[in-house]
Structure formats: structure tokens, C-alpha cells
């Protein structure tokens, strides 16, 4: 009796070694469940042909065509026949080529249809394939050199495209799609036996057809409507697996649990809502309430804070840090950038003022103290702050990275928070976590949103709430772009507007996309906006595509370097902004140069500064009214969005100039009108989440396979995602380590066990 066959039976046993070996060793596929895992990319209908006009010269292509003609002739320096045989889609044509291969003749006969798969040559004006692998359309004569393995016989092969619909794989050079659907076929006859992970009741619930079904439906479509019940079934297997593994961890930290910090009564936090110059509003309020509540309970708190620049969170993450410090503990608050726990150790001073500055004088009876922790404190301020944290003296301390070695320690550290979230690893705050006895609560704060999926997915179960008013009174900051290819003009009246606003004494930004100079080391600057040249602009299939998508732009090697803000600045010293006092901030600058300039134009002492990204976050200058952004298609829609929440932070209406030599079609300027259109940051991150493909935003290693999602889209398919959560969380309350359903139990753990979802563990 042969073992019966699981999903992590290896294909060798099951296919034959050579096909197997290639299936391994050109795409990872071994197991089982890798092959029925590695679904179809579409579908060509068998009377559907390719259209022959998208393909370019250099792609791996597997097309659908016709024979039209063939002809053959002895070759005139070589011995030997070349036969050429044209196929064509009803308006173009594409040529066969093949050396020695007269039989090709027969097998490719004018009104044949087939697939043919390889890499797009040119000969002259008319593109080729030369020695494409060909398959061709209810033919049962043995065709030589199509199949590793003798894999099938010639009924079954007929029987392959007895159904209209082709299913089209990623393929490799050494494996062709329909090699793939041939195993596919011999695996899904093998596996009748598999339980399905789904509990029925499940199943009937939710109306999911049945494993072995949703394989069929999906590898072997009888009709285009067998897909959707297929796909809707499978990415259903992702999310619960998904979830079941973050409702356990949800069970098991209940068994965790962190300290509660209850509201003290006449503490700190009341003493500051009393001095406080303004009045909450009311999603301050609200999510005030909730955080508070959260933070006086035995579960941790791992809450996300997600609100517009300049919509209060500040204040917010400083009335969770007092109602912890009221209860006798500690809080962290971990800062992406020095210049930025600089602000933040600032703004947290002024706010507090005399409940601030414990052991000075003027302090209040119960004061406490900020600290702050950076990488270039001196060793004696280094020594100090250390004290500081471990012996309890300092309620509140801010820093960077810093803050996360090893000798950083707390008296009682009961509350994280962080700033900007998209600059912190998961590793970081888990580091941070480790540094208290009881798991501390987590606060994150960030302008950039990040969806309820994603945060409940990738950033393992953080909770999300979201501030979506602003404080009453901001000023208008309006946006316009000034697309100096068509009006060059316009570049002027960018800097007499500067000119007259420093004269009114207003204050401007000059944002450059990098620090140029001649070195142009890798510094973390240049790094972003790296990355920000490819945002959105990347349409290029992965793998071995079988489809092209056309580059919406140039290639961006061919683009002219970005401006710097070296070069800048002393253009425009010698030239339009020639009166003005003008200064230059970038991430290469000495941390305490930095914070200098920065003081300087807060105070006033400075008209203008050219500077990259480093102004991106937090400083706040309430007199800064211009921005004018260099080159602003090198930035992404959000960036260019927190960049112009840097002004109109007063009462002084801002003007944001998004300047731009990217022609006025292109996907670069409507990114540039979106910004233009609206203030919404939300709508503003739909409009760059549109613009990207999902694994960038999940970043490279937690994008599709390495994800272990496939289907699920984690942007698209919140109610799978929701309803899954609820069904996670009823199994696992249920029945913890789920005996009484061995297949799903046994489907987690494989996840678990992957490194491949490695991220679920660290968040
Ligand atoms: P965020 O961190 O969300 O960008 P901040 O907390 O830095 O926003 O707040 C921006 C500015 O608005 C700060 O100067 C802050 O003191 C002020 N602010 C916060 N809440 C209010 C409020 N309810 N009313 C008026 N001003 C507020
Ligand atoms: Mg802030």
C-alpha cells in the first residue's frame, strides 16, 4: 500500500525526479501543497489569442497564436534547414524560428493553434522567437521536446485543453506553464484523501466550497466562474490561518499580563488638563478616553494612533505618558531622528513647564522630569540621563535608537510610546518591551495611515484608532504645482514669493530630494528618496512574465540627477534669495549643527532654509508660511504631504510650490495634482497606496510568497480579513490548541514554522 499522499508529501515521489528537481530548483516548488499553492496568473481562452503588439523584445513570454504560414529552406553558410513559421493574432505576426528541425513543418501546419513560449527576439522589423517551446491546441502525435519526465500520454494530453480555458503559470526557462498544469492535473487526482482545514459548520457559515474543490475550480476552470468561489475559498485558508495564529498569541499574553495604570485622581494628568491652554477636541477626547481606559487594565495595550500632522497626537501621547507617571511608573518615547527627540524633548517641556522640571526651582510639588537619550549626548550628559532613567528620576525619557542598547534600563518602564512608525522596525519595539519585567503598553503614533488590515495583519494586532479633526483655528496652506518644462517663468515668482514673505516676516522651506555635493555617500537622505524614485512608477511583472505591462515613464536612469541641496543653496545664495538669511540643513550635518540651524530659524535668526527630508517630521515652526519642494515628482504622495504639514502650523497661511520638469500627462504630475486637490491625508494615502503594488507597502520581505499570502490582498479584502478575525477568535476560545480540528492545527503550526511569516512573531 503506497503512504497516502499530505500536503507535505514531496512531488519527487509523485512526479518523477527531473520534473520535480525543476520544479525545486527553478521556482522552490516541492511539496505538494507548494504546487497547488502556485496558482495560475490568468487564463487564456483557448480561441483567445495574444495580442501580439504588446509584446517587447527581451520578454519571457508564453503567447496564444495561430499558424498562418511555414516555410522552409536549406540554410546558404551552414549545412542544414532553417524553418520559419509565422504565427500571428489577426493583425500581427510573430516568427518561429528553427534550425534543424524540419518536422517542425508538420507539426506546426498553417491553422494550428498552440501556445508558444520564450524569450522575444527581433529580426529586421518583425520580432521572433528563436526555438520557442510550443504546445499546441488537441493534437495527440508525440511532440519530442516538449515535456521533461514522461509525464503524460497523448489521451491525457488531448484531454488538457478539452476545457476552453488555459490556466496560464508563472513559468521559468527550464518549466513551462503547461508542463505545470500537466502536474497540477496528476496532483489533484492525488489528493482526495486530504482533510480539509475548515471546519464544515465553518464552511456552511460563510458559504466556502470545499478544499479539493476550490483547488480543481482554481487549476482547471471549467468556466471563468469557477474562479471567483475558488480564489474566495483560498485566500479565506490565508487569513484564518493568519488570524488563528494571532488569536492564540492574543490567549497567551492574557496569560502576560502588563501592570495596570489606573487614572490617579488630583495627579499629574489632572494638574496638566488644568494649565492646559486649549481645550481637547473632541477625538482627543474620545481617544483619550479609550487609551486611558486601556492603560488602567491587565491587558497590554498595543494601540496605533494615526492622525493628520498637526492633529494633536503630541498631547495625546502625553496624557497616557502623565496617567502612567500618576501610577508610579515610567514612560519611553522613542523618536526616529535626533533633531526630532530634540523637538519632542522641547515641546514635551514647554507643555509640561513647571509639572516638568522636578528639582529646579519653580517646580510644582509633584513635578517630574524629561531626559532625554541620544547617541551624541556627551559622556557626562550620557551618565546623567542613564541615572536618570534607572533610578526612576525621570518620568519621561525621549531618545532615539539610543535608547534600545543594552544599558539603557528603567525603574519601572510602563508605557512605550513611538513616534513615526514607519521608521521603527518590529524588532525595535520588541527590544524596548524586553526592557521591563511585565510587558509594558505600547503606543504608536503616525501621519502616515496605515490600514486596519495591515495593522491587524503585518503589525500583529495592533489596535487602531484615528484622530481625524484638526484643532480649530489652523491656517489654510494651499498647494499649487509650478511645472517649470512648460512655464520656466514661474520659477521666478517661487522666489520672490519667498523674497516678500521673509519680508513680512513669514519664513520658507526649499526642500531638495537630495544633499548632493561631489560625495554622494549613502546616507540616509539619499536612501529615501532612492526609494521614492521607484515608488509607483514600477509596473513591470514579476517573475517570468508572461504579460508586459508598458513603463508608464522613463526609465528613471535615464533621468537627470536629482538637485541637491548643496548645489541649490549656493545658487540661489548668489542669486534670487541673494538678500535673505539662508542656511542649509541635511542629515550629513553634525547632530549639534543641526539642532543649532534649526534653532535659528525658530527663533527667527534665519529667512530660509534649503534642506532635504530631514524636515519631514515634527519641527515645529509656527512663523514658517513657504515651502517650495525641488523636484517634487522624486518624492512620494505621503511624503510630500508630511512635508507641507511643516507650515502653515500658526496662524500664517501656508504655500506649499510643488515644482516639477514632469510632463503634464505623466502618472508623476497627477501624483503632484492629488497633493494639490486636497489636505485629507487619508484620501492622500489611498491615492499613494493606489499608486504602488501591495508588497511595497509591506515591504520587500513581506510581500506575496514570503508572506505566505498569495491571494489574500491585505488592501482589498478587509471583509475576508474581518470575518476570519471573528472566526479565529470563536475557534481559539474554543478549543486553544485546536484538538478537535487537526488540519487547520496542523496548517498554523506550518506557518509558524516558516520563516517565511517570520513577521507575525516579532510584531
Ligand atoms: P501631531 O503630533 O499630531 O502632528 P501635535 O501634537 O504636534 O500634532 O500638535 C500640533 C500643534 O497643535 C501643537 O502646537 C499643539 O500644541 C497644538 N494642539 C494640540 N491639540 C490642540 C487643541 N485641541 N487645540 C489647539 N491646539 C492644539
Ligand atoms: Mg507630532
Known sequence: MTPAVTRDSPLRALLGGKTATVLAEQLGISTVDDLLSHYPRRYAERGELTDLASLRVGDEVTVVAKVRSVSQRRMRNKRGTLTD??????????????????????????GVSGLFAGKIGVRGNQIQLTHPECEIFGVTSSDLDSDPGALVDDVERAQTYASQLIPVYPASRGIQSWTIARCMRLILDAVEEIEDPLPEAMRERRGLIGIRQAWRMIHRPESLD????????????????????LAQRRVAQAGNPAIPRPV???????????????????????????????????????????????????VVALRAMLQVIDAGAQAAFLAPTEVLAAQHLRTLRSLLGPLGNAGEFGAEEHATRVTMLTGSLSAKARRAALAEAAGGGAGIVVGTHALLEEIVQFAELGLVVIDEQHRFGVEQRDVLRAKSAAPPHVLVLTATPIPRTVAMTVYGDLETTTLTELPAGRAEVSTSVVPIRE??????????????????GGRAFVVCPRIGGDEDGDDGDNAVVTQLIDDGDESAEQGAGNETVPADEEAAAARRAPRGVLEVADLLGKGPLGGLRLAILHGRLPADEKDATMQAFAHGELDAMVTTTVVEVGVDVPEASVM??????????????????????GSRPGVCLLITDAPPDSPARGRLDAVAATRDGFELARVDLAARREGNILGAAQSGRRSGLRLLSLLNDEEII???????????????????????AAQVMALSADDRADYLDKA
Do not use: C
Not at 87 to 103: H, I, T
Not at 299 to 305: A, E, I, S, T, V
Open 85 to 110: 513559421v509565422v504565427v500571428g493574432d489577426g493583425r500581427r505576426s510573430l516568427s518561429l524560428v528553427f534550425f534543424n528541425q524540419p518536422w517542425r513543418a508538420q507539426q506546426l501546419a498553417v
Open 226 to 245: 469557477d474562479v471567483e468561489p475558488a480564489r474566495m475559498r483560498l485566500k479565506w485558508d490565508e487569513a484564518i490561518t493568519v488570524q488563528v495564529t
Open 264 to 314: 490617579r485622581e488630583g495627579g499629574l494628568l489632572d494638574a496638566f488638563d488644568a494649565r492646559l491652554p486649549f481645550v481637547l477636541t473632541a477625538g482627543q477626547q474620545v481617544v483619550g478616553a479609550e487609551i486611558g481606559h486601556e492603560l488602567g487594565g491587565h491587558k497590554p495595550m498595543n494601540r496605533l494612533l494615526q492622525g493628520e500632522v498637526g492633529s494633536g497626537k503630541t
Open 487 to 504: 512655464k520656466p517663468a514661474w520659477l521666478d515668482r517661487v522666489w520672490s514669493r519667498i523674497v516678500e514673505e521673509a519680508r513680512t
Open 628 to 649: 517650495a519642494i525641488l523636484d517634487a515628482d522624486r518624492f512620494g504622495v505621503s511624503q510630500l504631504h508630511q512635508l507641507r504639514g511643516r507650515i502653515g502650523r
Open 722 to 744: 474581518t470575518q476570519a478575525r471573528e472566526e479565529a477568535t470563536y475557534l481559539v476560545a474554543l478549543d486553544p490548541d485546536l484538538t478537535e480540528h487537526p488540519a487547520l
